[in-house]
T-cell receptor
Framework: DAGVIQSPRHEVTEMGQEVTLRCKPI?????LFWYRQTMMRGLELLIY????????DSGMPEDRFSAKMPNASFSTLKIQPSEPRDSAVYFC?????????????FGNGTRLTVT | KQEVTQIPAALSVPEGENLVLNCSFT??????LQWFRQDPGKGLTSLLL?????REQTSGRLNASLDKSSGRSTLYIAASQPGDSATYLC???????????FGGGTRVLVKP
């Protein structure tokens, strides 16, 4: 299995631009998570989906952030408009099912820099 | 609100020494605890998962213990090697659902 695939690996954009991050979870995994990692705050859960349905988006920092999962094999995280403080590494992760006993598999992340 | 703490934030040991990494959490009502490894520029790799009913898990040179009542877990890495150099993070799944709360990690350097 190719694992969780994220694109792009790096994204540099100017403040005010729209940014779209993409994720393909492991085939057969029903839960998908978006995390953000910064030096100051560590890893923060932004939102997670079970069977393509958003379950908890309480970690989404502002209305500028939105996430979708149109099908079981694809999810996007969008920031519009982007701001310099959004600069971070964004990780997507998936697990086999919604029970608590499944380990999480992470993608390699998207490093976002907003200038 | 669950809080997960890892101390120390960084650790340097000579090759061959055993590593002991600590993790503490404030709410003992957890479903499981996971240990991850993160290499620079990479995502996290799951190392061990301990269910709340278990006291330890082992995989090769790695052993993780869980003391739920005291809110602690320890990751032991026997006979450390330079390839073990990485950041190690622990995370707990709370009773409320499927969300992992992460500690800040311990950055480990194993010197040859």
């Amino acid at each position: 299995d190719a694992g969780v695939i994220q694109s792009p690996r790096h994204e540099v954009t100017e403040m005010g631009q729209e940014v779209t991050l993409r994720c393909k979870p492991i085939s057969g995994h029903n839960s998908l998570f978006w995390y953000r990692q910064t030096m100051m705050r560590g890893l923060e859960l932004l939102i997670y989906f079970n069977n393509n349905v958003p379950i908890d988006d309480s970690g989404m920092p502002e209305d500028r952030f939105s996430a979708k999962m149109p099908n079981a094999s694809f999810s996007t995280l969008k920031i519009q408009p982007s701001e310099p403080r959004d600069s971070a590494v964004y990780f997507c992760a998936s697990s086999r099912d919604s029970t608590s006993g499944s380990p999480l598999h992470f993608g390699n992340g998207t490093r976002l820099t907003v200038t | 609100k669950q809080e997960v703490t890892q101390i120390p934030a960084a650790l340097s040991v000579p090759e061959g020494e055993n590593l002991v990494l600590n993790c503490s959490f404030t709410d003992s009502a957890i479903y499981n605890l996971q240990w991850f490894r993160q290499d620079p520029g990479k995502g996290l790799t799951s190392l061990l998962l301990i269910q709340s009913s278990q006291r330890e898990q082992t995989s090769g040179r790695l052993n993780a213990s869980l003391d739920k009542s005291s809110g602690r877990s320890t990751l032991y890495i026997a006979a450390s090697q330079p390839g073990d150099s990485a950041t190690y993070l622990c995370a707990v799944v709370g009773a409320a659902g499927n969300k992992l709360t992460f500690g800040g990690g311990t950055r480990v350097l194993v010197k040859p």
